[in-house]
């Protein structure tokens, strides 16, 4: 199936909705390494991404309303769950030291990444990709570390602030400038609307 | 309100950030005022982007047993294996534009001949063979795709329209690293029967160099097609498209129909 092509991911959603489970394998398998990812680079352990993203598709396998497909597409909603999980998660565990290098336990993990993914599934969210990274490359290097610390580590501003040693002020004014930067530099790059 | 504290409220709303007070004050913000309702939802898009930034992995293997186990399906035991048939190669989700080649089998006294020869055992090791290397090829497409969109040093060219007769998407993804460049089209206007759209670089020096040929347009679903770069990708600071005859020309005299700048 391919991303982009939403008539056959409504078609999969209302089969899930009426308790097809083969629908829900079938969105499974398209968009679980780019939930997978999402989750792994939250949690940073294999086994607990897996079952935070198995968490999210059963959830919507109980309760498919949850999803609204009028509302954009799916694997936008389904990355937010798992995100909104995943934060949870790690803000349950928040005695946690927390690691400010955001590669730096990713690499342990880097024999998971795949070599040669398929195109079939994976070309329009590459290209999406593509472009959110290179808006996320054009921001002030300190900006950016602001929102991911904020986004993947799931820190409020003021625990940024006493990690980083910056003062309250400037963390929410560099997190809300930076923001505003990727809003208009992703609208310049014309990502698609909806997403 | 002032609209820089709301737009900081909402911010840290939509990263959920903020701490328990502004919260409150955020929350009652987003119940009741359409603006600020509005603000949300261009954050909440750009959060959603930020999502699809990371990089996909793979699950541990075995994990959608795991997840059917999970959701109490029973998994039916698998039958013993069965020597795999010669299976064609898979077809790509776009049509990826390939060197025309003649039809050898125009009429049925093609296919006929056809036939024969497939039913004669000494051609079976040829297309045996031809099909490994379609595969083989099919392969290296899709790498060689995925190397270029998933370089750290790939720039994204949006081309825009500079004729109002033709409309359409097309994006030029360059990697300097590997001196590779590929575009993906989509919903370019069709053309006549005669007339082909034309790929160009511009260079730093602005020499124009021909870059390919990408078709009569008017597809809706995308179309990735490799580009002849000719040199070295870091030199180019445009790409220009134009409209030309069937098969293209050496030198274009043509006024381009799609422009793009290749930012640094």
């Given at each position: 199936m391919k991303p982009d092509n939403r008539d056959e991911e409504r078609l999969l959603i209302s089969r899930v909705q009426s308790g097809d489970f083969a629908a829900l394998e079938m969105l499974y398998e398209s968009y679980n390494r780019q939930a997978f990812g999402?989750?792994?680079?939250i949690l940073n352990s294999p086994e607990a991404a897996e079952d935070a993203v198995q968490d999210v598709f059963l959830r919507f396998w109980k309760t498919p309303s949850h999803f609204d497909p009028q509302k954009g597409r799916f694997i936008?909603?389904?990355?937010?769950?798992v995100h909104n999980q995943c934060i949870d998660q790690l803000r349950r565990k928040s005695n946690n030291s927390v690691s400010l290098d955001r590669e730096e336990n990713q690499e342990h993990f880097s024999y998971l990444a795949d070599d040669g993914p398929p195109v079939e599934e994976e070309v329009w969210l590459i290209i999406q990709r593509g472009i959110v990274r290179q808006a996320l490359d054009k921001l002030p290097t300190e900006q950016r570390r602001l929102i991911e610390l904020a986004y993947f580590k799931g820190l409020t501003r003021q625990e940024i602030a006493t990690t980083t040693g910056q003062p309250l002020s400037t963390v929410k004014h560099r997190?809300?400038?930076?923001?505003?930067?990727?809003?208009d530099m992703m609208q310049a790059m014309e990502v698609e609307p909806g997403v | 309100m002032e609209l820089d504290k709301m737009q900081e409220l909402i911010v840290g709303y939509s990263l959920?950030?903020?701490d328990e007070g502004e919260l409150a004050d955020a929350q009652k913000l987003v119940d009741s005022d359409p603006e600020a309702q509005a603000m949300l939802l261009e954050f909440q898009k750009v959060m959603g982007q930020l999502a699809l930034s990371v990089t996909p992995m793979s699950p541990p293997s075995g994990s959608l047993e795991r997840l059917r186990q999970k959701a109490g399906i029973a998994v039916v035991p698998a039958l013993a294996p069965e020597p795999l048939p010669l299976r064609k190669p898979e077809p790509l989700p776009f049509p990826v534009q390939k060197a025309r080649k003649p039809n050898p089998y125009r009429n049925w006294l093609a296919y006929a001949a056809a036939l024969v020869l497939f039913m004669t055992s000494a051609i079976f090791g040829g297309l045996w063979l031809d099909t490994r290397n379609n595969l083989d090829q099919t392969a290296r497409s899709k790498q060689d795709i995925l190397a270029v969109l998933a370089s750290s040093d790939m720039k994204v060219t949006s081309l825009k329209p500079a004729n109002s007769n033709v409309g359409g998407t097309l994006r030029l993804y360059t990697d300097p690293a590997q001196d590779r460049a590929y575009v993906v089209s989509q919903n370019l206007t069709a053309l006549p029967g005669d007339k082909e759209y034309e790929a160009?670089?511009?260079?730093?020096?602005?020499q124009v160099l021909k870059a390919g040929l990408l078709g009569q347009g008017g597809s809706r679903d995308p179309t990735v097609q490799a580009l002849d770069t000719r040199g070295t990708v870091e030199n180019f600071k445009a790409m220009v498209i134009t409209i030309e005859k069937k098969g293209g020309v050496e030198k274009s005299e043509q006024q381009p129909v799609l422009v793009g700048e290749i930012t640094s």
């Open positions: 999402l989750a792994l680079r936008t909603w389904l990355l937010g769950v997190i809300q400038q930076g923001l505003l930067k990727l809003k | 959920d950030i903020l160009w670089f511009v260079t730093n020096d602005n």
